[in-house]
């Protein structure tokens, strides 16, 4: 059973630019959820979608969106890059409360 | 909303030795507690979780305590090797209302030979 799979592994973006990251959950799994990670601030919940729609949000400008598709997987996109943007993006497959994590999406701003 | 809070945030051992790595919470609410292992360059790892109707869970050399009165909770590692080096992050989320991780800052493991 294939991982979860995040594209791509590495950004290199410049301020005031956009980014959209991709997420491909565990077959089977309806709920992908996303968070940063940074070493001052650790791992912090973005947002989490379960059958196309957003069901938990947590505190992120509005910069920071996503959507999922009917198939589940799953995008985000920010807008605006600020050098603060840098970090690592996780996004977790779940069935139940487990959550699987991807490789993650390493984004640099500059 | 909640808050984790884990200690310590380093912990050096000796091979063989026992880790213990603490963790309280701040929601009541709060019902699911999973363990990640990350290591370095690499994505947090499910290592065992545990849920507010049980008070212990092993597996194997690990093991996970709840003490949900205190609103506290802890892992334990025995018998530690070289390849448990990694940081360990603690967590907290409500089932029932999706899956949104409340996640600790996390403790960087060193087992030294």
């Known amino acids: 059973k294939a991982g979860v799979t995040q594209t791509p592994r590495y950004l290199i973006k410049t301020r005031g630019q956009q980014v959209t990251l991709s997420c491909s959950p565990i077959?089977?799994?309806?709920?992908v959820s996303w968070y940063q990670q940074t070493p001052g601030q650790g791992l912090q919940f973005l947002f989490e979608?379960?059958?196309?729609?957003?069901?938990n949000k947590g505190n992120f400008p509005g910069r920071f969106s996503g959507r999922q598709f009917s198939n589940s997987r799953s995008e985000m996109n920010v807008s605006t890059l600020e050098l603060g943007d840098s970090a690592l993006y996780l996004c977790a497959s779940s069935l139940g409360p487990e959550a699987f994590f991807g490789q993650g999406t390493r984004l640099t701003v500059v | 909303g909640e808050n984790v809070e884990q200690h310590p945030s380093t912990l050096s051992v000796q091979e063989g030795d026992s880790a213990v790595i603490k963790c309280t919470y701040s929601d009541s609410a709060s019902n699911y507690f999973p363990w990640y292992k990350q290591e370095l360059g690499k994505r947090p790892q499910l290592i065992i979780d545990i849920r507010s109707n049980v008070g212990e869970k092993k597996d194997q050399r690990i093991a996970v305590t709840l003490n949900k009165t205190a609103k506290h909770f802890s892992l334990h590692i025995t018998e530690t090797q070289p390849e448990d080096s990694a940081v360990y992050f603690c967590?907290?989320?409500?089932?029932?209302?999706?899956?949104?991780?409340?996640f600790g800052t996390g403790t960087q493991l060193k087992v030294e030979l």
């Open positions: 967590a907290a989320s409500r089932t029932g209302g999706g899956n949104k991780l409340t």
């Open positions: 077959s089977g799994h309806r709920s």
């Open positions: 979608y379960f059958s196309e729609t957003q069901r």
